[in-house]
């Protein structure tokens, strides 16, 4: 099995490293192609008006000067011209990517770009609190997590989003398969400053961020010690809400 490793958070993410070793567990042929540097929040955001550079870093190693989903896509376009990876696992991510997270994330943003191209992907991402990443939990359970996903045959366009939780490996009560959950980001935080020139600039933060723990969410899971496992589809489309639209512009 052929295996494509990228993630948001650069090409020298301790996170990129965890992920390794875990595919290496899966197959000894392990390929990565990550951002030069990190892409936090980056999205689905492609590179359009600049031109994008492939690095070279080592077997099988490469960084590119773009987002999650420009290093995916060069991958596909330039390392793999003849057969294609089997897989596409992003991560693992520092920190969470829980709910409306997954429209913002480049994590898993990377895994879209290669479920887009047919490919089974995979997003992996690891929370953490004030005490900062620790990724013993993802270490000790990515396996056990992986090997069932690697051996289904996946829904096309589909992409599994996993979070693990921030608490330590033998603190982890299992795995549950939930729906994304809702964050509502509009009562995040703003900080507001002043820079040298004297003039106004504003910082995002997501304090306050009001988390929605309903039953059966991937914030829920999380947040009472387990493994979320969250089947993403790429079809946006609103199917209930189509025939009441389509009255709308009916004769």
Same mark, same amino acid.
């Given at each position: ?15 990129? %490293? ?28 492609? $590179?359009?008006? *600049? ?15 773009? $987002? ?38 480049? $994590? ?46 996946? %829904?096309?366009? $589909? ?73 993403? *589809? ?18």
């Amino acid at each position: 099995m052929r295996i494509l490793l990228s993630n948001d958070d650069g090409i020298h993410a301790p996170g990129l %490293a965890v992920l390794e070793k875990i595919a290496r567990e899966l197959t000894d042929d392990v390929w990565v192609c990550a951002p030069a540097e990190e892409q936090s929040g980056a999205g689905h955001s492609l $590179t359009l008006h *600049q031109p994008v550079r492939l690095r070279e870093l080592g077997e099988k190693r490469f960084s590119v000067t773009g $987002t999650p989903t420009d290093s995916v896509n060069l991958a596909l376009r330039k390392l793999f011209e003849d057969e294609w990876p089997d897989l596409v696992i992003s991560g693992v991510n520092a920190g969470e990517n829980l709910g409306d997270d997954v429209t913002y994330s480049g $994590t898993v943003s990377a895994a879209m770009e290669g479920a887009l191209a047919g490919i089974p992907a995979i997003a992996l991402s690891q929370a953490f609190r004030d005490n900062g990443p620790d990724f013993s939990a993802t270490e000790q359970w990515g396996k056990r997590v992986l090997a069932p996903l690697v051996d289904m045959v996946m %829904a096309k366009r $589909t992409v599994i989003n996993v979070n693990f939780p921030a608490l330590p490996a033998d603190k982890v009560r299992g795995i549950r398969v939930v729906r994304q959950g809702f964050h509502d980001y509009s009562r995040g935080s703003l900080v507001q400053g002043t820079d040298p020139r004297g003039r106004p600039y504003y910082w995002f933060g997501l304090q306050d961020a009001e988390h929605t723990l309903d039953h059966g969410t991937d914030l829920e899971a999380v947040e009472d010690g387990y493994i979320a496992v969250t089947p993403l *589809q790429l079809d946006l489309t609103n199917h209930s809400a189509i025939g009441a639209l389509a009255e709308r512009f009916a004769a």
